[in-house]
Every structure is written in C-alpha cells, then in structure tokens.
C-alpha cells in the first residue's frame, strides 16, 4: 500500500503576488491548467483510441508476460519493513509514532507507540481517546521490556517424557512451526471426528471483537466445544450482580466527575493497574482544586489492607475484608430507614443479624450515610469486585435508594458474549476425561488455578488442576513464558506480544480499539488470533486481515479502506457507539438472591484471622512477574520490591510476636477431606510485613509471586499465595464453618512436614517453597526502598483540611518549625545567568496524585535507567531518578525508632525528583565540572565528565541522584551458581559475560545515554525531549527569528503518563504555560526553602475533605502538623505555634 | 656497638631523680650520655643485622598491606559498589579512612615546624619519626580519594591540565582543595623530612661497610661534609621549610574539614570545623606518635633519648588537643540547639540517640572526651601503660569521630524517605585494616634503613653541643668511660 502524503496547505503570509488574472481569481480552469503537466489533449495519441499512457501500461505488461523482468518481480510485501534498507518517510534518529492498544482484563487502554528505526521504545497514552487521554499506567509502560524479554519463549517445543537418572522427566525439545502445524492438522482430524466434543480452549479475559467472532466461527465449526475463560482476579460475582440487578450484558460505568461524595466499600477504583484510567482522571478532575473557595468531592473509604483509594480517602476505616458483608447491611439498613426506598429495603430485608461481626463505629457509619443521602444523585457507593454477590447486590441497592444509578452510575450494553464456561466446569469435565484436546491461551492455569478445583467422583476428594492436565492426552499452550504450564503441555507455542500482532479490543466502557504490530514477532510467536484461525483450518494471514474482517462489520462509514486508515491512524472507531442501558434497579431479582446467598462470617480473631489474597500493584496476577522494571518497582504503599510478604496490622505483629521479614506459617484446614479422610490442610509460609493502617486479625497476601518456573527474574521472587486459594474462596478466606474450618497464624513450623504428600494437597504442586528451617522459621530479607515512613514534622507534604484552607489559604507559608529557619540570605557563589527565553520548571499537585507510581517506570523507560536486582536494593542503591516518598501521618507523634507504628494513620505520597535547584549545591561540590548549570535552568549532567566522588549525592537535599555501583547496563546482576557456591554476580563481574542481551538493546531510547559504572545520574527534566522540541522548533522557525517551542507543546516522561496530571512541566517564563498557573495557586510551595537552593520544583499542598461530623475529623490531614505544635493542642493552625525552645 | 656496649642501656634511678628536682632543667637526653653513644645507639639500629622480631611483623604487616592492595584492585575492577555505601550514604569508610590518616599525617609536620620555629628543644627526640609516621599516614591517606571514585581511570580529570576542550576543574569545589592542598602538604613533609635526614645520612654514609651502603647513602646524603658552610644552609634551609611548613599544617585539616563545612548537610554545614579538625588532628597525630614510639623506645632502648618527659610532654599536647575537641563537641550541640533549625537540632539528637549511638557515646565521648582526662595528672602522665591506653583510645576515638561526622550527617539528612544505614563489608574493613599493613611496614622499613632518631639534631641539644657548657662533673663522666667528644 503506497503512502500517500498529504500535507495541511501552507498559510501564505505577507504580500500576494500573481502572475495572470486568471490567477489572481484562482479559477478551476487556472488550477487544473497548473496542475496538468502538459497541455490538455496531449497525453492522447493523435487520431487513436489508445491514451499513450495506456500504451505504455500495455507495452510494459506484455513485456513483463514474456517473460523479461520476472525476477525482480514480488508479491506485495506485507510485514513490516526491514531496515536494512531505509524506507522513504523515516529520518534516521527521528521517532515514528503508531497508535496500538494494550488489551487488559477490564477493558484496554489506546496507546501511541514511539518507534525507532522499527523498533518501539516507549509507549505513551493515546491523547485522542479519553480512555486514555494521553495517559498510561505502569503496567502499560512496563509491557514495553515484556516485548524485549530475553526470557520469553522463543522456540515451538514438544513436550517429551524422559527417563534421566531413574526418574521421569518431561522435557521441552525444539521444534520448528512447520513441525507444529502438521501437529496441528492431525490434531484437526480427531477434532472433527465427534464435532468437538473433546475440544476445549481456556483463555485469559481479553476483550477483542475479532476474538469473539473468531470463537463464534469455532463454535459454528465444533459446535460440541466448550470455552472456558479464567483470570484468577476476576470473579463472577460483580457481573452475575450486575446481570441479575440490570439484566443481561449490562455493565456498570461508574461517573466520578459527577459524584460529590463517594464511598469505596473494599474497592480500590482508584488504582491504576486495572487499567480505568477515564475513571481516575474523572476522581480527580473533582479532587483538583484551584483556589479555595472551589468545592471537591470526598472520599470514603473502608477496607482491609491500605490501598492507593484509601491512601487518597478523607476518612478511611479498617475493616477485614470479611466484615464488609456486615458493614454493607449495616449501612443499607441505616439509609433504607432514611430513605424509606422500597427497593433497598427489600433487599437487605430478608438477610438475617450477622452474628458475632465486627462492631462499627454508629457515629461513624450515621455520618457517612447522611452524607450520601444529603447528596442523592451526586453520590455513589463502590464495592470491591472481589466481594461476594451479596454485598454487590445491597451496593447497587443503595446506588438506587440514592437515585444514583443513571446519575453517577451509568449502565452500559456490552456486546453479547455467547455462553462462557468457567474453570470449574472445565476442570470437572477434565477429570471425567471427556476433554480430549486443549488449548491453553495464555494464563497459567498449573500455577494459578484454584487448589482442589474439583471433587473426584471416585475418592470423593480434591484434585488440582495439574493432576487434571496430565488426564488431557493433547494440550496445546501458548505462553509467553516457557513454565510450569507447558511443561504439562503436549506442545508450547511461543505467544506474540501485543506490540508484534493484529488484533482489536474494546475499552472498560465498549469503545473499539485497534492493536496493530509495531515490529515483526521477535521470536516467531504466534498471536492467539493466529492459533485460533489455525485452529479453524484457515490459511495463515500476515497481515490485518482477520480483524478487518471484524471492522467491516461494524459497518464503518464511507469508503473501507479509508475507514480502516483512519482507525489505524486515531487507533480507534469513532462509529462504533457506546449504548447505554434503561438505569432501573431490578430490586426482586436482587432480595431473592440476596437472601439466598447472605452469609456473614464472624469478625475475625487472632486465633482466626482471616486471609485476604489481592492483587499485587507490582506484577498484578502474576502475569508481569518476569518483569524487571515492575518487579523492581516500590510498592506504592509498602515500599516492598522484588517480593510479596504477609501484610498485617502492628497490634497483630505484636501479638504474634513478629517483626518486619519474620517468616510465619499459615495453615489453612477445610472442611473438605483427603483421600485418607483428613481435613485437608494447606500451608504457606511467608515472610511478614508490618503494615501500619491495615485492619486487625487480617492478614494480606499479594498474589502471583513464589513462581518455581519462569524467567530468570520473576524465579524465587515472593510466595505463592495461590497455595492458600481454592476455589469457594478465591479472595478471602475466613473461619466461617462452612468450608473453612480453622485459619491458624504460627512462627513456629507445623508439628509435622507430610513427608509423601497426599493427593490434592498443595504440598505436591511444584511451587511449595522451600524455605523452611528446621526448628525455626527464621527470618527472609525483603528489600524495601523506604525505611523511615514518619515525616518527623517536617514540612515535606503539606496537608490542610479544606476547612482550614478556606480559612488561610496562605497556610502553606505557615508550616511548624519553618519560622526558626534562619532567613534566606543571598548566595556568595556566583551563578551562571538564567538567560534562555524558556525557563523549564515542574509542578506537583500532591491533591491529585494517587501514588499509582506510573510515573516511575515511565522515566525508566524514557531514560533507560537499569534495574539493581533484590540485593541492590536491599543495599539502598535502587536507581530510580524518580521515586515516590510515602509518610505516614497521625495524630499522634510515634517514634519510630523506638519500634513504636501507628495503628490507623493516613498517607501522603510525594513524587520525588530532581528539583532543578538554581542554586544547585551539587554543582558548587563537584571538583571536575560534570554537573552544571544550563541556561534554561536545568542542572544538567555530563555523564562523560563525571568521575563519581558521590560529592554530589551527598550534598543534595533530596537526595535523587543515583550513583552506579556496578556496571547495571553491562554485566548481568542477580545470583548464579558457582561450583558449590551461590554468588552475585554483580560481585564477580569481572569474570562475568560483558554486554547486554541483544533485545535488551532494542528497548534503549536512543536519545539517552546509556551510563556505566561509577557515573552519578539523575532526572534531567526529560532534557533530550527539551532538545528535541528546540530542535523542531528551530527548524520550523528557519530563517525567522522566532524559535520558541510553543506553550505546552511537549512534557516529560513523567507528566505524559500521569493519569490525574498531578505533574505538570513546562516553561516557568510563560504567564500561559500549566505550570505556570499551577506555580501561581497559594498551594504552591518548595521543599526546603530554607536553604536557598531555588528549586525549580514546586509542589501544591494536599487538601483533604473531611466530614466535619465524623468522629474522625480530627485526625485527618496532619501530615504537615509538627508534632511538637500538635502535644501543645492547637490543630491546624501551626502558624500560632509557639516552638517548645524559646531561648 | 663497641661504644655503647660500656654503657647500660637504662639506668634506674636516675631519671627519677631528676623528676624529683621540680625546679631544674630536666635535661633532654638522660644518663648524661654524649654524642657517641647517641650515634653508636642510633646507627646501631640501622647497621646491625635485622632482628627476628622485625623480620616477622614486617611479614605480617606487608601480608595485611597486600591484601588491602588486594581489596582495592578488587574494587576498581568491579565497582564502588563492594563497599557498603548506598543512596544515602555516598561517603563511608572511604573518606573516613582518609580523614583519619590525613589527621594523623599532622602531628609529624607540627613537632617539626611549628615546635622548631617555637625552638621546642624536647621536639628533637620525636621529630623524625613523627615525620616520617606524617609520610606514610598521607600516603595511606591519599589511596582513599583516589579510589574511592566511580571512574578510577578518568581521576586525572580532578588535574588543571590545560585541554582541547577547555574543561577546567570546578575551583569552587573544596574535594579539588583537598587535592592541592594534600599534595603540597606531602611535598613540603618530604622536602623537610628529608632536608632535616642529610647529615645523618652522612653520618651513615662515613660508618657504612659495604660498598653499596656508601653508595646509596653517599647519593642521599648529598655530599654533606659537615662543615660551616654546610651547616649554614641546611639551618637556613631547615628554618624556611619549617616556616613553609607552619601553615601548610593548619592549612591541611582546614581544608579537609573544608569539605564538609561548605555543603548543606546538618552537622556537616558548621563554621567550627577547620579549628575542630585541625586540633583533632593534632590530638589524633599525637596519640599515633606516641603509640609507634612506645614499643620503638623499649624495643631499641631509647629510653634515654625518648624519655618520659617526652612522652609527659606529648600527653600534655593531646590533653590540650582533646579539650579543644571537646570543646568542639559541646559547642556542636549548643549551636544545633541554639539555632533552633530543626534539621541540625534532629541530627545531633540523631547522633547520640540515633541507629549510631554507641559510635559516640564510645568514641567520642569516652575515648576522646573522657579518657585524655586522665592527662591531667603526672601520674598517669608518666605511666606508660596509661599512656598507650588512652592512645589507643584516641586512635580508635578520632576514626569513630570522623565516621560520625561523615556517616551520621549523611545517614539521616533533610528527607526522611531517604534515611539509610550504611553496613561495612569485609571489602571496607580489609581495604583499611590493608591501610594499616602499608603504614606499618613503611615504618617497619623506614626504622630498618634510615636513623628513627634525627641524630645531629639530638646532639645539638646536649648541653656538649653549647660551646660555654662547662660542667663540673664533665671529667667524672669522661673518666667514666662515656666516650669522646667529637663533632
């Protein structure tokens, strides 16, 4: 398909000059007369029907039909250009931008991929589409080094059993496609012997129009074939509410921006990760807050373990996740009373006291029911998708008593899915031995699938999914990695990345996406669509032409090919229309399922604690754990990288005795009985991790870590939560009687190790870790980037109450401790002058930033910043030049050295980055000059000059340079075996292999310098996008003076992917520019002003929104209170303060 | 040693006697011995033949020294990073070590100038070695900042070497200071210790039996004949390098402490340091003098040359040095509180109470606070075990000082997200025990090859050396068997 360019017309600018009339009036005739290139007629041969163009075309056919030039004649080529020869419209060094999609469980988030001589290098929001509005989230910026694992699986292998040394081993051996695909055609034939009845697929959740048409195909092909879909986060629960309360393929589409008051009932909307970027940046559109007389919304939040929601909430309870039940009837029952709504009332009707539950705070819980009710239709409640029907059911019940559904809850048509099995189901026919073939898309279900997924008939006991797989005579599985999964597979097929398929998707609220390949398969993966129409017995395609297919059928308007252009050019339709759904409450529905199912465990205790398994905001379900950059990513509220551990509340530590690291043993017994009639017992032993705001009596584990076969990254990375999971309770597990029996939290080993596991215990799955000792459990190192979690009073983040912010808004200025600073004296050395026309300068609204940390692994990407490994950052050598400060903050000072954690504090998050001092104190140190001063005031780094004296670092306040201890980008890092020893080898480098792997390579932007070791590095402002929006804007100035970037027309990696644009950079000199005006707000302030250093840096004080009837008012927004001021009893006015030392 | 075999190497009793006459002159050397057993004793000890003793601490030491060597190629090759420093702590160990030696590099330089210019006869005992102890702890010294760095093999960087780029060092960095001012230190100690060595190394020159001594010794001792005219420049010589070296010791520490002084960290940003560090250098210098010479004294029987009025002398300087220091330590305090800035007020709270506390409240309060206390009687002054105790607590008390400073200022600074603990690896620990190796077997060579004791300059201050010196008892002491007067 030849380009075609066309470019806007040029404006004319300055006098017009003509050179005929006819030009002067610009007729068509002049114009077609111009645009001939000989005189009309002339192209025709005289006197003959034959044009001489049309000559020519004939000569050259028959020509080339005798034979002659046959050679160099080709098919049209249909991938992706090489490079080896250089196509027209690429300039070497310059980035070509294509728009993709990245298909995520909920939904899919448009993106605009940058690439680099065909390679991509980063991924960025796609601006045009608000789902995305030019934003991503962490794990989407990540998925980019997912592309360049060196890890993943590159070869098609057939799984062999071997004898080797006495035992049986099933091996992976290479095969070639060709190898695979005459598998696959014999495969075909028993296939269509009984009309599919043995087939089964089981894949992931991926919304893609042309997934389901092609499984619709299948179904017509196989009409016996079952498709099961599995996703280990993802539970029926919320949909089957949904479905049942406002019919089928209904789905709910929360409107923050319309909402004044929201209660998030254990539901985490706010986090990133999910991928409902347009529902984040709708939060914090009401969060954002210009000027003080501006109103915003507020958020309650009640949860079990800290989240990013209850880390922005104005008021937050602890609640195991296991009192929600009783907390949700709590609260309906208090606004059905208030609201006499007959549907509500009908619904929590019937569902019985809880007994033994949890007992709330009335005041409490009457504030916030009040607050919801005082605003019907601007309010809305959100429950947690891992929380039973019930608790579903009585939310939208309330949603409807408060006249939100329709308002601030919207329903939304989905496209009719045909009918999808689950995994149980699938593991039931499995066991019965009716499946006979199945494809694995993706997932890794050996791995991750509930324990005892389903009874045996015979011995009446559990089995494990990986008992159940052996039973399937041809398992074919794609999978990105090579792991347990394939071994138990018959074939493994290397799956495409996203960034290397065609495919399409629908975002969380139906829009419809494309994905199209940016780069060839790396490794000759095959995409899902790829297998499926290989599966159908169709030809193989290179090209789009499955999904083109889909797209016509959303009938596009005008011409295809136009309509497909323009959809690979925006990356998504605009005629494919989002519909809505009648917003009414089918509240019969919802009381006689309500009643049915309501079951309330007791609260729990320290002799039953719960267990409540989530998704980590590192590697979400496990399926990013062989990524460098999320693994080695803080946690955004523990600060935990390379690991998961068993989080818990200090006063739980206490009584268990234990201490951050601490292994413990958690023991689950079932009520379910093995072979041998015992009740089955699954156990994990995990390290703890003390978690200051998480409820008593829980205990949260993180899911996805503790993988025995992976890449070399995610390998021996954390615990295996899924140990603890069945499938009757796949989030939480509570003593409830019923399928749990006892729960028990122990530091000691259990009395007896089972030394030949039984069937269907967890203990024969091959992920058990080994990590016990032999009397005690001893102790494991997490390496956690953040220590010191107390802000000791000192005015970092500024928190008022919008109260008191209404009251002073220039409280900012008023911080405690500040007025005994000595004042700012001039500095004495002399500094290069700020000349240049633009001044660039960031600002950080701290309201609006929800700690999500996608801005971290943005400016990794960016800035080809390497990751340490576990031990490094154990070691405090973390490289990230952009990190996320995490305090705790609460009423009561604690002294954190003395072991002392608060119970139920809040948190403030502050992005941390180099501030751009003007009078920078690393500069005045730094004996060779590497670190200077730039006219446009960036303190600007030359690697190559730096020799690495760490002067810099010391001196710097903030302390966000990084130093390189070892060669990070050039020698391998981690542990490797050495004869009998387990070395690291970053401490044998010089023995170890010099040189990145070669896909690692691609990935570098090739606009940063790539830093060895012993070099100081840091944030530079994104500095090469600053050179580059120079660059472009001399160029198009050319001979005129005016070479000024426009306002605003770029920013930083990390403002870019910000979802809530809580960072904003730009031009400090420009009254017009974002940053300007945020620098402007009374908000504004700079981190230790004190010294003089003129950061360039500001930050927008938080402002929390509290309920003043809430019991708990007082203790909100006190990240900024000096402890000392705050003994002395006078909140939030730390101006008054007097300081305790009066000489 | 045919000299000195009629003379008894110590002689009890009479020392004590002369203690007990507070009101005359003690004299410098004891025993009233002459210029010959001086040369026979000195000489002795660079002539003879090497004793087992020596043989086996300098295996010893030179082993530790090349596994230091060992450490830091260690380091080069793989990185700073097997060191224990992290993100917070960029400095540690390194810089540390390196204050530490630099401190101890003072006491040298100090008795030679400062004590010469003051015409401190007792300085004539101690100076060579203490100067040569200043030669070896600036060269430990140096090691530090010069492999401390990320990039070992660009550190030319840190030279003004004119370049197509023109790319000069940054001036206003002290880390540049430091590099001047080191290196002019150690070239002036050289040039003066071994302006102050040449008529000794005559005097070995005109003793030496073996060819290849006359030659070697002949080369270094520069022709020296001892004559007027030769004693006329080198006193001259002498008197300006000491006039030189005056402020080169004060200059030094300064600028070290320089530093720390002029960046931002609390507890670092104070403008007591360059008198804090310079005493503390002194008093650190002092202590290490004092614990090299100890054992040298009884092993070589120098007790009339070294005598305990020495020693009660120096233990007096570092009693005045250490009030100095701990003045500096209360005045610390005083100003973080006074100053009311809650970032300096933390760190000095964080100092005693904080993850280090027992590095102060054992180093710096006890070791170098308390323990130069006992200075203040004759007594302890006079004894030698108490005084090599508080020495080696005052070694050990001015490193944990330096490590407070530098590691405590920077553990904990201004962001309390960014507080680290920096943990020692073996790789730091053998990098500074090697640095003792190398110090001790230069001494170990420098005490085996070249006169520990500056000779002449001993002789000078006998009461023989002044030409009006008429004692009563001089005919006695000759009849006695004390040998000629010559030279």
């Not at chain 1, 403002?1055 to 402007?1080: L, R």
């Not at chain 2, 025990?433 to 500056?454: D, E, K, N, Q």
Request: glycine share 8%; with cysteine.
């Amino acid at each position: 398909m030849k380009r075609v360019f066309e470019h806007p017309a040029e404006k004319l600018t300055g006098k017009r000059y003509w050179r005929s009339l006819n030009e002067f009036s610009d007729t068509p005739e002049f114009r077609g007369w111009l645009e001939r290139e000989f005189p009309s007629g002339a192209a025709q041969l005289n006197g003959d029907e034959w044009s001489r163009r049309g000559f020519l075309k004939l000569m050259g056919a028959s020509m080339a039909l005798a034979g002659f030039g046959l050679t160099s004649c080709r098919r049209p080529e249909m991938h992706l250009v090489p490079f080896s020869k250089s196509v027209e419209w690429t300039i070497p060094g310059k980035a070509l931008y294509y728009a993709t999609a990245m298909p995520r469980r909920t939904g899919a988030i448009p993106l605009i991929a940058a690439t680099v001589d065909g390679r991509p290098i980063k991924l960025e929001g796609n601006p045009l589409h608000p789902a995305s509005g030019g934003a991503t989230d962490a794990f989407a910026q990540a998925s980019l080094l997912d592309l360049y694992d060196p890890a993943r699986a590159k070869r098609f292998a057939e799984v062999k059993e071997k004898e080797e040394n006495g035992e049986k081993k099933r091996v992976l051996e290479t095969r070639d496609r060709a190898a695979f695909e005459k598998y696959l055609a014999d495969l075909q034939t028993k296939i269509a012997a009984d009309g599919g009845a043995g087939l089964a697929f089981l894949s992931e959740e991926v919304h893609s129009p042309t997934r389901e048409r092609l499984r619709t195909k299948l179904q017509e092909k196989y009409p016996k074939m079952r498709w099961c879909v599995y996703d280990p986060l993802l539970t029926e629960a919320q949909s089957f509410a949904t479905q049942l309360s406002f019919g089928d393929n209904a789905r709910l589409v929360p409107r923050l921006e319309r909402a004044d008051v929201v209660l998030a009932i254990d539901s985490d909307f706010l986090d990133c990760g999910e991928g409902d970027l347009a529902g984040i940046r709708a939060f914090s559109s009401r969060r954002r807050i210009g000027e003080a007389k501006e109103t915003m919304n507020r958020l309650y939040t009640v949860e079990n373990c800290f989240t990013l929601t209850g880390a922005m909430a104005d008021h937050r309870m602890r609640c195991p996740a296991s009192q929600i039940p009783a907390f949700t009837r709590a609260l309906a029952g208090k606004i059905a009373i208030a609201t006499k709504d007959q549907g509500l009332a009908s619904t929590i009707a019937t569902l019985s006291e809880p007994v033994n539950a949890m007992q709330f705070d009335d005041a409490w819980l009457t504030e916030c029911a009040n607050d919801l009710m005082a605003k019907p239709g601007a309010s809305l409640v959100l429950a947690g998708p891992h929380q039973p029907v019930v608790v579903q059911l009585m939310v939208y019940a309330i949603n409807s008593a408060l006249k939100n559904v329709g308002a601030t809850l919207v329903i939304r048509e989905f496209i009719k899915t045909p009918k999808t099995n689950s995994i149980l189901q699938l593991a039931g026919e499995m066991n019965s031995g009716r499946i006979k073939q199945l494809f694995i898309l993706g997932g890794d279900p050996v791995y991750n699938a509930p324990k005892g997924i389903t009874i045996d008939k015979d011995t009446k006991a559990p089995v494990d999914w990986t008992d159940l797989q052996k039973k399937v005579p041809d398992v074919v599985r794609l999978g990105y990695y090579e792991d347990a999964t394939s071994e138990l597979s018959t074939w493994q097929v290397p799956s495409a990345h996203y960034l290397e398929s065609w495919s399409d998707a629908l975002t969380n609220d139906g829009a419809y996406l494309a994905i199209q390949p940016m780069i060839l398969p790396l490794f000759g993966g095959m995409s899902e669509l790829d297998l499926m129409n290989a599966v159908l017995g169709n030809a193989k395609v290179d090209g789009p032409e499955l999904v083109q297919e889909t797209f016509r059928a959303t009938a596009p308007p005008g011409d295809f090919q136009t309509a497909w252009t323009q959809l690979l050019r925006d990356g998504f339709a605009t005629h494919v229309a989002l519909k809505e759904k009648p917003p009414t409450f089918n509240s019969n529905n919802a009381g006689g399922v309500a009643h049915t199912l309501w079951t309330s465990a007791p609260n729990p205790t320290l002799d039953a604690p719960e267990i409540v398994l989530t998704r980590s905001y590192n590697i979400d379900d496990g399926r990013y754990i062989n990524n460098g950059w999320l693994q080695e990513l803080p946690d955004p509220i523990t600060k935990l990288t390379w690991d998961n551990a068993a989080l818990m509340s200090p006063a739980m530590a206490k009584h268990l005795g234990v201490e951050t690291g601490d292994l413990i043993n958690i023991a689950v017994t079932e009520t379910t009985k093995d072979t041998n009639g015992k009740n089955i017992r699954r156990e994990l032993v995990i390290a703890a991790l003390i978690s200051p705001g998480h409820a008593d009596n829980s205990i949260s584990i993180a899911l996805g870590y503790g993988r025995k076969r992976t890449g070399p990254i995610g390998e021996e990375a954390g615990f295996n939560g899924f140990l603890l999971r069945n499938s009757s309770n796949p989030h939480f597990i509570a003593v409830d009687s019923k399928t749990v029996e006892s729960v028990s939290v122990t530091t000691a080993p259990t009395e007896k190790q089972p030394a030949s596991p039984s069937p269907g215990a967890p203990s024969a799955a091959p992920t058990t870790p080994p990590k016990v000792r032999a009397h005690t459990l001893g102790s494991y190192a997490l390496s956690i980037t953040q220590d010191h979690w107390s802000i000791e009073g000192r005015g970092l983040v500024r928190e008022a109450s919008l109260e008191h912010y209404r009251e002073d808004p220039e409280f900012v200025k008023k911080i405690a401790g500040d007025e005994e600073l000595p004042a700012r004296l001039p500095s004495i050395y002399s500094h290069p002058p700020l000349t240049a026309e633009q001044q660039w300068g960031m600002s950080v609204d701290l309201n609006v930033c929800t700690g999500c940390s996608a801005c971290i692994i943005a400016c990794q990407a960016e800035n080809n910043i390497p990751i340490v490994g576990k031990l490094q950052v154990g070691h405090g050598r973390a490289m990230h030049w952009l990190r996320l400060d995490r305090y705790y903050a609460s009423e009561k000072p604690f002294n954190q050295d003395l072991g002392e954690y608060p119970e139920n504090p809040e948190i403030v998050h502050e992005p941390m980055m180099c501030q751009h001092c003007e009078n920078a104190p690393c500069e005045t140190v730094c004996p060779v000059n590497a670190t200077v001063h730039s006219e446009d005031g960036l303190n600007v780094m030359a690697y190559n000059r730096c020799i690495g004296t760490r002067y810099c670092a010391n001196n710097c306040p903030f302390k966000v340079r990084r130093f390189n201890f070892f060669d990070y980008n050039q020698r391998p890092m981690g542990k490797k075996k050495v004869g009998p020893l387990e070395v690291y080898q970053e401490y044998i480098a010089p023995f170890t292999e010099k040189g990145a792997p070669d896909t690692t390579k691609l990935q570098k932007n090739p606009n940063v310098t790539v830093r060895m070791r012993g070099v100081m590095e840091k944030c530079t402002y994104c500095v090469q996008r600053i050179e580059e929006a120079k660059i472009a804007a001399h160029v198009k100035a050319g001979a005129s003076p005016n070479t000024r970037i426009p306002t605003d027309s770029f920013t930083s990696a990390c403002a870019q992917v910000c979802p809530t644009g809580a960072i904003v950079f730009g031009d400090v000199k420009d009254p017009e520019s974002k940053v300007s005006k945020m620098k402007m707000q009374d908000r504004n302030y700079r981190l230790l002003e004190y010294l003089n250093v003129n950061t360039r840096t500001s930050y927008l004080a938080r402002i929390r929104n509290p309920n003043p009837k809430m019991p708990d008012a007082n203790r909100i927004a006190v990240a900024s209170l000096g402890h000392e001021s705050h003994e002395n009893g006078a909140k939030h006015e730390p101006a008054e303060m007097k300081p305790e030392e009066k000489p | 040693m045919d000299g000195a075999t009629t003379a008894p190497d110590v002689i009890e009793g009479e020392e004590s006697a002369s203690v007990e006459r507070p009101l005359a002159r003690v004299p410098l050397v004891l025993n009233r011995r002459n210029f010959s057993w001086i040369t026979e004793r000195i000489s002795g000890a660079v002539e003879g033949v090497a004793p087992r003793w020596w043989w086996v601490a300098f295996a010893i030491t030179s082993m530790v020294a090349m596994f230091g060597l060992f450490c830091l190629g260690y380091q080069i090759s793989t990185g700073v990073g097997v060191w224990g420093l992290n993100h917070p702590v960029g400095w540690a160990w390194d810089i540390t070590n390196f204050v530490f030696w630099i401190g101890i590099g003072h006491a040298g330089t100090l008795i030679s100038a400062i004590l010469y210019l003051l015409r401190q006869k007792w300085r004539t005992s101690i100076n060579r070695s203490a100067e040569a102890m200043t030669l070896f702890a600036v060269i430990c010294a140096a090691i530090f900042p010069g492999v401390h760095v990320g990039r070992v093999w660009m550190a030319w960087f840190l030279a003004p070497l004119p370049n197509n780029y023109g790319i000069w060092p940054n001036f206003r960095s002290p880390l540049l200071w430091d590099v001047f001012a080191v290196s002019t230190y150690f070239s002036v100690s050289v040039l003066f210790w071994y302006t102050g060595l040449i008529p000794d190394l005559a005097t070995l020159r005109d003793r030496a039996t073996t060819k290849i001594k006359k030659l070697l010794y002949g080369i270094f001792a520069l022709g020296w004949r001892g004559s007027n005219r030769n004693w006329r420049h080198y006193e001259m010589a002498y008197l300006l390098l000491a006039g030189l070296s005056t402020p080169l010791v004060l200059s030094v520490h300064s600028v070290v402490s320089f530093d720390f002084a002029t960046s931002i960290v609390p507890t670092w940003h104070t403008t007591i340091f360059p008198p804090y560090f310079v005493a503390g250098a002194i008093f650190g210098g002092f202590a290490m003098v004092l614990t090299l010479l100890v054992p040298a004294r009884a092993i070589y029987k120098l007790q009339d040359i070294i005598t305990i009025q020495h020693i009660d002398k120096m233990a007096k300087v570092i009693l005045l040095t250490g009030s100095f220091v701990s003045y500096a330590y209360a005045m610390e305090f005083f100003v973080a509180w006074y100053s009311g800035n809650q970032y300096e007020k933390f760190a000095f709270f964080n100092r005693i109470f904080g993850p280090y506390w027992w590095y102060w409240w054992v180093g710096m309060l006890f070791c170098n606070a308390l323990s130069p206390q006992l200075f203040w009687f004759r007594r302890f002054r006079q004894n030698i075990y108490v005084v090599y105790f508080v020495c080696m607590c005052v070694n050990a008390g001015m490193w944990f000082e330096r490590f407070i400073i530098i590691v405590g200022g920077l553990h904990r600074d201004f962001l309390p997200s960014s507080w680290g603990l920096f943990i020692p690896t073996w790789v730091d620990i053998w990098t500074f025990v090697g640095t003792f190796g190398i110090f001790l077997s230069l001494f170990l060579i420098f005490i085996r090859y070249l006169p520990m004791i500056a000779m002449s300059e001993v002789k000078i201050v006998l009461p023989e050396a002044n030409p009006h010196h008429a004692s009563p008892e001089e005919h006695h002491l000759v009849a006695a068997g004390g040998g000629e007067r010559t030279q």
